[in-house]
């Protein structure tokens, strides 16, 4: 795909299975999150975005109660907070409290050096070549905001956050919703067809797609694939 013919302005890109491999997020971040959990409560449970993201996760919590999905009791205990926060990782929720307050417990990691974000070899140069051709690099995740910027801020290929102009997580809408897209792209200031969704979802490539956005399939594989039985001759 020559991205010069298709008369874009800007790339959005997915993180997880795009410009990350799935098993960091989901073999380090989430282990991470899970084992500090108490931990960074602890010792910031009076702090006000630490009580905002409280909040969120109590707002859940009663959603939750309320679609008899029996999560675990939720008391003004640490302990509790503690137990609800793991089970939502366990059932990998979109939530927006739990992902803001798991960002502000990778912060720590990353800035001990206990965790080294991984991307994909070819992601760098690519942000670099993207960035030098005029094109904004955007970037759409559950990840909370914070959560992005430190994971492309510290990544094993270095600081790539020279190259990203602006992060958009779930306050925009959830990434299977058509408005979400049309919302960045307003954001944005561009319309719709000036904007390279690329994602490994295909239910959000169909969302970024009715919104008017071009896209692309992320096949982060090492499997040959085909689209058709006739391939295979």
């Given at each position: 795909?020559?991205?010069?013919?298709?008369?874009?302005?800007?790339?959005?890109?997915?993180?997880?299975?795009?410009?990350?491999p799935?098993?960091?997020?989901?073999?380090?971040l989430?282990?991470?999150?899970?084992?500090?959990?108490?931990?960074?409560?602890?010792?910031?449970?009076?702090?006000k975005?630490?009580?905002?993201?409280v909040?969120?996760?109590r707002?859940e919590?009663?959603?939750d109660i309320s679609?008899?999905l029996?999560?675990p009791?939720?008391?003004?205990?640490?302990?509790s907070i503690?137990?609800?926060v793991?089970?939502?990782?366990?059932?990998d929720?979109?939530?927006?409290?739990?992902?803001s307050?798991?960002?502000?417990?990778?912060?720590?990691?990353?800035?001990?050096?206990?965790?080294?974000?991984?991307?994909?070899a070819?992601?760098a140069?690519?942000?670099e070549?993207?960035?030098a051709?005029?094109?904004?690099?955007?970037?759409?995740?559950?990840?909370?905001?914070?959560?992005?910027?430190l994971?492309?801020?510290h990544?094993?290929a270095?600081?790539?956050?020279?190259?990203i102009?602006?992060?958009f997580d779930?306050n925009?809408g959830?990434?299977?919703?058509a408005?979400?897209?049309?919302?960045?792209?307003?954001?944005?200031n561009?319309?719709?067809?000036?904007?390279?969704?690329?994602?490994d979802?295909?239910?959000e490539?169909?969302?970024?797609?009715?919104?008017?956005?071009?896209t692309?399939?992320?096949?982060?594989t090492?499997h040959?694939?085909?689209?058709?039985?006739?391939?295979?001759?």
């Open positions: 795909m020559n991205l010069s013919d298709q008369g874009l302005r800007a790339i959005l890109l997915d993180i997880e299975g795009t410009t990350t799935i098993a960091f997020v989901h073999e380090v989430f282990p991470y999150a899970r084992e500090h959990a108490k931990e960074f409560l602890t010792n910031n449970f009076t702090a975005e630490v009580q905002a993201d909040a969120l996760l707002e919590h009663a959603s679609q008899d029996q999560p009791l939720l008391s003004y205990e640490i302990d503690v137990a609800y793991e089970w939502l990782i366990a059932r929720r979109k939530s927006t409290g739990l992902k307050l798991q960002g502000k417990i990778w912060r720590q990691g990353y800035i001990d050096g206990s965790l080294k974000a991984q991307v994909f070819d992601v140069p690519a942000l070549r993207w960035s051709a005029g094109l904004s690099i955007n970037i759409f995740s559950s990840g909370s905001v914070l959560a992005q910027q994971l492309f801020a990544t094993d270095g600081d790539l956050t020279r190259f102009d602006n992060y779930t925009v959830k990434k299977g919703e408005e979400s897209y049309r919302r960045i792209a307003a954001q944005l561009l319309q719709p067809n000036e904007i390279l969704f690329i994602s979802v295909v239910a490539l169909d969302a970024a797609s009715e919104a008017g956005m071009k692309v399939l992320s096949l982060r090492s040959q694939a085909i689209r058709s039985f006739d391939e295979l001759l």
